[in-house]
C-alpha cells in the first residue's frame, strides 16, 4: 500500500508560481516502476485530473487549461513527485493531489491547498 503526502500549497499572487512536492512511501511499492498524476478539486467542484507522468519520466500529458504552465516532474531517486506552476490564475484555486497510476483512479494523498488570489 502506498502512501502520498502533499506539500507546498498556499497562498499565491496572480501570475505567481509554485511548486508541488508529492513524497511517496509504503512497503511494497515500487515508485520508479509506477506512473503517477496530479489531480485538483477547486471549491465547490469535483476533482479532475490534471496531469500524468510515466514511470521513468519519458512521457507526460496535461489538460489542455493547465498546458504550457504546469510541468509534472518526478525524481525517482526520492520517491518524489513535483509539480511546478507557473503563471498561476484564480481559476488554479484548488486542492492539489498526488496519485498513483495514470488518470484519477489510484490512491491519493491527503492534499494541499493552493489559494491563487491578490
Known amino acids: 500500500q502506498v502512501q502520498l503526502v502533499e506539500s507546498g500549497g498556499g497562498l499565491v499572487q496572480p501570475g505567481g508560481s509554485v511548486r508541488l512536492s508529492c513524497l511517496a512511501s509504503?512497503?511494497?511499492?515500487?515508485?520508479?516502476?509506477?506512473?503517477m498524476s496530479w489531480l485538483r478539486q477547486a471549491p465547490g467542484k469535483g476533482v479532475e485530473w490534471i496531469a500524468s507522468l510515466t514511470a521513468d519520466g519519458s512521457y507526460s500529458k496535461y489538460i489542455r487549461d493547465v498546458e504550457g504552465r504546469f510541468a509534472i516532474l518526478r525524481d525517482n531517486a526520492k520517491n518524489a513527485l513535483y509539480l511546478q506552476m507557473n503563471n498561476l490564475q484564480v481559476d488554479d484555486t484548488a486542492t492539489y493531489y498526488c496519485?498513483?497510476?495514470w488518470g484519477k483512479g489510484g490512491t491519493r494523498g491527503p492534499g494541499t491547498r493552493v489559494t491563487v488570489s491578490e
Open positions: 509504503g512497503s511494497g511499492f515500487d515508485f520508479s516502476s509506477n506512473a
Open positions: 496519485a498513483e497510476g
